[in-house]
């Protein structure tokens, strides 16, 4: 499977990434397969902070690539994916995230209200 990614480029504390077609299991800055544009944190001009291959990055999509959150917010802003549709996505995986945490700490709870009850019975 293709993921388009971002690769770490620059220097300590000046970050620069490149946004990368790669094979999903492939180390972060490991072997690319295509370069599709590049993304600058630093740059003062926020339109001049990404660059995209539009057509490349399309064709990749239609081919079966799956963007990494990160890209796909980057493309979500460039107008290359449906943005409503992802920030719905997004928003499904933190309820779904919280929904989690409120059952984990439930059970955490009841658990150490077991533990006490359970200790109150033996004095």
């Known amino acids: 499977m293709v993921r388009i990614r971002l690769k770490r480029m620059g220097r300590r504390h000046l970050p620069f990434y490149r946004i990368n077609a790669v094979d999903k299991q492939t180390k972060r800055d490991g072997k690319v397969l295509e370069n599709l544009g590049w993304y600058d944190p630093s740059a003062a001009d926020v339109s001049k902070q990404v660059f995209l291959k539009p057509e490349r990055v399309k064709h990749w999509l239609q081919q079966g ?59």
């Open 65 to 123: 690539a799956q963007p990494s959150d990160t890209v796909m917010d980057m493309l979500a802003k460039q107008g290359l994916v449906d943005a409503a549709g992802w920030k719905a996505v997004r928003q499904s995986r933190v309820d779904a995230k919280k929904k989690r945490e409120e059952k984990a700490a439930a059970a955490a709870a009841a658990a150490a209200a077991k533990a006490a009850d359970g200790g109150a019975k033996k004095e």
